[in-house]
């Protein structure tokens, strides 16, 4: 239900960039034409420029909460 609220506000919005994880939900952003971007990446991006020290404390924390998240998939990105 929390994916398919942030679709309807993306569809809502120009140039919105959605943030997901659930590979249904980044399947309908897909057929809706809709940017998304992952925990992951996000934590990446972050990291790179500066905002967050090291994306594995957050991840750490975020694992924490019962949201499964993966460090190997977090360095993959960082070597794509």
């Known amino acids: 239900a929390r994916e398919r609220d942030a679709i309807y506000l993306a569809m ?3 140039n919105a960039l959605l ?14 034409g809709l940017a998304f ?4 990446r996000l934590l990446d991006i972050a990291e790179k420029q500066g ?3 090291d994306a594995e404390p957050v991840i750490d924390a ?6 499964r ?8 990105i960082r070597n794509s």
């Not at 943030?19 to 809706?32: H, S, Y």
């Not at 971007?37 to 992951?40: E, Q, V, Y």
């Not at 975020?62 to 949201?67: A, K, M, P």
């Open 69 to 76: 998240i993966s460090k190997a998939i977090l360095k993959q």
């Open 62 to 67: 975020i694992s924490r909460t019962g949201y």
């Open 19 to 32: 943030i997901m994880d659930d590979m249904l939900a980044r399947k309908q952003a897909v057929k809706l």
């Open 37 to 40: 971007i992952g925990t992951l």
């Open 51 to 53: 905002v967050i020290a």
């Open 12 to 14: 809502q919005s120009e």
